[in-house]
């Protein structure tokens, strides 16, 4: 089974519009935490927000919003009057505790690829 | 700000071909990670060092090697290079192995074997 699971693998919209990209993610851990990165098309991630699984607060940072809810493992991101420069690539992805040594390792959702027409 | 760099944005090499992929960071950070993205599939990671000459499989290791002789370098070996191993590679590092620590990419190496 998929531990991040991004169902949506292509998105469209026109500009000024609002989009949701979702994110569900499977853990058995209790300590987690939980990543967005955006991928434009010059290739490099960039780190968007980190959120630990004891901090259920929905964070807001300009355009950006992302509301998790351990209830039904998701942590949706939502970009507000999106703009053509916030087309990319956008990753969830999940940091927990490993049986062998790679701690600190991501696992990555498939990705979504989010088009933003002017 | 961190600086990771890969040697290359685009290569191209025929089969069989021994080819080395470099990643350097500037950050002293104690972890570095080869991670591979295909369309469809995300990103999956190939090989994990947590210290210098430390390594440890991820989860798609097969037809790879790495090296890490110095503590800002990490690099990918392809020993025999194939066609299904025509990918995009991204290099990251981060500072510690604790559970929670933001990784921090390179602009990857678009590797097209022919």
């Known amino acids: 089974a998929q531990k991040v699971t991004q169902a949506q693998t292509e998105i469209s919209v026109v500009e000024k519009e609002d989009v949701t990209l979702d994110c569900v993610y499977e853990?058995?851990?209790?300590?987690?935490?939980l990543f967005w990165y955006k991928q434009p098309p010059s290739g490099e991630l960039v780190f968007l927000i980190r959120?630990?699984?004891?901090?259920?607060q929905n964070e807001i940072s300009g355009r950006y919003s992302w509301n998790f809810q351990k209830s039904t493992s998701s942590f949706n991101f939502t970009i507000t009057a999106s703009q053509v420069v916030d087309s990319a690539v956008y990753f969830c992805?999940?940091?927990?505790?490993?049986?062998?040594?790679?701690?600190?390792?991501?696992?990555f959702g498939k990705g979504i690829t989010l088009s933003v027409r002017p | 700000d961190v600086k990771v760099t890969q040697s290359s944005r685009y290569l191209v090499k025929r089969t069989g071909e021994k080819v080395f992929l470099e990643c350097v960071q500037d950050?002293?950070?104690?972890?570095m990670f080869w991670y591979r993205q295909d369309p469809g599939l995300g990103l999956r990671l190939i090989y994990f060092?947590?210290?210098?000459?430390?390594?440890e499989k991820g989860d798609i290791p097969e037809g790879y090697s790495v090296s890490r002789e110095k503590k800002e370098r990490f690099s990918l070996i392809l020993e025999s290079a194939s066609t299904n191993q025509t990918s995009m590679y991204l290099c990251?590092?981060?500072?510690?192995?604790?559970?929670?620590?933001?990784?921090?990419f390179g602009s990857g190496t678009q590797l097209s074997v022919l």
């Open positions: 990251a590092s981060s500072f510690s192995n604790r559970v929670g620590e933001k990784l921090f």
């Open positions: 853990t058995r851990d209790t300590t987690y935490y």
């Open positions: 959120r630990n699984s004891f901090d259920e």
């Open positions: 992805a999940l940091s927990e505790r490993r049986d062998t040594g790679a701690n600190s390792k991501l696992t």
């Open positions: 950050m002293d950070h104690e972890n």
């Open positions: 060092s947590y210290d210098v000459k430390m390594k």
